[in-house]
T-cell receptor
């Protein structure tokens, strides 16, 4: 997978927006950006993915810069249940496997 | 729709014992995966099966074997368990149309 860089941890107040950054400066033109999260002791859960346009679903929004070298996952109104490790992944096009790094530990506090 | 089902949820083994972790998916996915996760670390790929009848090594395959029994089932076997294999094991599946992985709830394995 294309290398991604995420901060190891972030804090967010409950009810505020959580903005999680990811750098992927070596991304190729046909590679997507995927986000997953892992709540303590559970299996990772898919959140959202995108190629170059901004995307939104019921869980989050994904903002990808015009040069596609970085992206931001936005949780618009974070809740305590959003406390988790968030993984940004750029799978290599045509390969079957996904590599999970250490991600960002998001702590949402009351 | 159960998704990805793993059994057992918990297991304690003695060094040298063998066991098989079972995984089944009901989403008609072609690809299936086994990951392990150690405390404070990300997930590491053990083995994967891109389609029925094929299996390939991942990042940490030593000490494990796998069987893609059919399209639904992908098992992971520890022939002679070692304390270094104490970990949480996750099975996942994925369709060929995108990179959306669906994970099971995990198996917590302790080898004494």
């Amino acid at each position: 997978d294309a290398k991604t860089t995420q901060p190891p941890s972030m804090d967010c107040a409950e009810g505020r927006a959580a903005n999680l950054p990811c750098n992927h400066s070596t991304i190729s033109g046909n590679e997507y950006v995927y986000w997953y999260r892992q709540i303590h002791s559970q299996g990772p859960q898919y959140i959202i993915h995108g190629l170059k346009n901004n995307e939104t679903n019921e869980m989050a929004s994904l903002i990808i810069t015009e040069d596609r070298k970085s992206s931001t996952l936005i949780l618009p109104h974070a809740t305590l249940r959003d406390t988790a490790v968030y993984y940004c992944i750029v799978p290599i096009y045509g390969y079957s496997t996904l590599t999970f790094g250490k991600g960002t530990m998001l702590l949402v506090s009351p | 729709n159960a998704g990805v089902t793993q059994t057992p949820k918990f297991q304690v083994l003695k060094t040298g014992q063998s066991m098989t972790l079972q995984c089944a998916q009901d989403m008609n996915h072609n690809s299936m995966y086994w990951y392990r996760q150690d405390p404070g670390m990300g997930l590491r790929l053990i083995y994967y099966s891109a389609s029925e009848g094929t299996t390939d090594k991942g990042e940490v395959p030593n000490g494990y074997n796998v069987s893609r029994l059919n399209k639904r089932e992908f098992s992971l076997r520890l022939e002679s368990a070692a304390p270094s294999q104490t970990s949480v094991y996750f099975c996942a599946s994925k369709s060929t149309t995108n990179e959306k992985l669906f994970f099971g709830s995990g198996t917590q394995l302790s080898v004494l």
